[in-house]
């Protein structure tokens, strides 16, 4: 839980993300007589606040995105700046995304009359936004480019609205975000991690790639590094999903493999050829599903997990230190120099540097970690994290890479058993200020310490004031950059 903060006329009560692009915030709004209205606001990460190019591309979308009126697609009220800090007012749907209903499902199989009636909602939703106009009626083609189970929001009452339009295109437009969104590599289409020109017929790709998971339970595309990933997609070999599933009746199949098609050509033109097609499958093989059956099964995979929890009973763990350390790689402009090595090497090395550290890698993809130590005493923790810092900044450098990196001294109630925190712990204290440290010294390339930190290893290491900086509206913490 964060602590709530007054952002402008909004007041925020709760972070709930935080990305490489944003972080989300719970909020409320007020007016006169008691009007409160809960919605979301989507703030625009500070280190990408002076990136003019991201700027211009993220205005010019979210205008386009708060014109997008349907009832399947999350609505934007506003688009804002304040003190330099760009955002978007948003509708707040109480729910879950897809990602996560999946998640809590436990592995269990998705019902196919849901999994269809989810797929043919946000199909209405591309359908609406794919075919829009300006008011001289030209064509304003509007691509999502980030269909994935994270941007399908399910509510407690059944809804399905996408979310996301906007923010996502701006950021696959500009090249210093690559890196960023480098984890949604799975659930592109073969023209778009090829860089080619988009149009509606991607997003149904990654929509398709959507269905072929909530059916088989597996993955389609996702490989075990980014390389091996975007080649799967380049080929776009597609076993039968009946192979995984036997009720997968051989319309259904021939369905899905339509809109997974490599060739845009090949799939669906566009997404009402698609639903048409899906709409007389549900009703000639009678997947009848509506708004209140989604509800119950979400209700039910709740409980279910309520239930599993309760058993489980474990007692409360008592707080200890902890030390994190987050660190990303990223490469110079091409105009500087070329990178020696390649991120999945660097990341590997990384591994043996801070294994040496008596660190615990929590967190882990190409070019970014986050590492943990718990040590019973915090100075043994933090002398350990500082010099992994250190280490990796060298062998970041040695690379030809610049290293970002932010260490967080903090407390956590860690399970004895497993030596995690309670699920949401990305969002929790040093783990979340470790991150936002981070992408505050991607400006400088040194790592930041806080001024717990830096007063405990004073002995040991040159530290720098770098300033009184906000983390939370009315918080100010004391940041020291390591020399």
């Known amino acids: ?31 006169l007589a008691g009007f409160e209205k809960i919605l979301v606001i989507k703030r625009v990460l500070d280190s990408l606040a002076s990136d003019q190019e991201f700027i211009s591309l993220f205005i010019d979308e979210a205008k386009i995105s708060v014109e997008l009126l349907h009832v399947n697609i999350v609505q934007v009220f506003e688009l804002n700046e304040i003190n330099g800090s760009y955002y978007m007012a948003m509708e707040y749907v109480h729910g879950l995304d897809l990602a996560r209903l999946v998640s809590r499902n436990r592995g269990d199989t998705f019902p196919i009359p849901l999994a269809l009636f989810v797929i043919s909602e946000v199909l209405k939703a591309l359908e609406f936004a794919h075919a829009r106009h300006d008011e001289d009626g030209n064509d304003l083609k509007i691509v999502h480019c980030d269909i994935s189970p994270q941007n399908i929001l399910v509510s407690y ?17 500009v090249k210093s975000l690559h890196e960023v969104i480098r984890g949604k590599y799975a659930y592109m289409s073969p023209e778009q991690v090829d860089g080619r020109n988009l149009d509606g017929r991607s997003d149904l790709f990654s929509l398709g790639i959507v269905l072929f998971e909530l059916l088989t339970g597996r993955r389609l595309f996702k490989g075990q590094t980014r390389d091996e990933t975007i080649a ?3 080929r776009g070999e597609v076993p039968s999903p009946r192979s995984y599933r036997s009720d997968i009746s051989d319309d259904l199949e021939g369905i899905l493999l339509k809109a997974l098609a490599p060739k845009r050509d090949l799939r669906y033109t566009n997404a009402a050829k698609f639903l048409e097609d899906l709409s007389q499958l549900m ?18 995979v709740v409980e279910t997990e309520e239930g ?26 091409r105009s500087l120099s070329l990178p020696k090595a390649t991120i999945a090497a660097l ?7 801070v294994g040496e550290a008596g660190g615990h890698i929590w967190e882990r993809a ?14 043994v923790g933090l002398e350990a994290a500082i ?12 690379a030809g890479y610049r290293l970002s990196a932010g260490v967080a001294p903090g407390v956590a109630r860690l399970d004895p058993s497993t030596r995690r925190p309670a699920e949401g712990w990305e969002l929790a204290g040093p783990f979340y200020l470790a991150r936002w440290m981070m992408n505050l010294s991607a400006h400088r390339g040194r790592p930041l310490l806080t001024e717990v930190g830096a007063r405990t290893v004073r002995d040991a290491h040159k530290t720098t004031v770098l300033g009184r900086i906000s983390i939370l509206g009315n918080r100010y913490i004391n940041l020291y950059e390591l020399n």
């Not at 990341?347 to 540097?353: D, F, V, Y």
Request: charged fraction near 25%; charge should be positive.
């Open 1 to 31: 839980m964060s602590t709530p903060q007054q952002f402008g006329d909004y007041h925020l009560l709760e972070t709930i993300a935080t990305g490489g692009m944003a972080e989300v915030w719970r909020a409320r709004a007020t007016g």
């Open 387 to 398: 010099r992994a810092a250190i280490a990796l900044r060298k062998s970041s450098r040695k």
């Open 308 to 333: 599993r929890e309760k058993k489980k009973a474990p007692a409360k763990a008592a707080p200890s230190a902890v030390v994190v350390l987050a660190v990303e790689a990223f490469a110079p402009p």
């Open 366 to 379: 190409e070019g970014s970690m986050l590492v943990c130590w718990n040590e019973p005493e915090l100075k």
């Open 157 to 173: 009452a059944g809804e399905v609205k996408i979310t996301d339009f906007g923010i996502s295109r701006a950021a696959f437009q």
């Open 232 to 234: 799967r997609v380049r």
């Open 347 to 353: 990341t590997q090395e990384w591994s043996g540097i």
């Open 283 to 300: 009703i000639r093989e009678g997947h009848r599903a509506t708004n209140n059956d989604l509800a119950a099964f979400i209700r039910g």
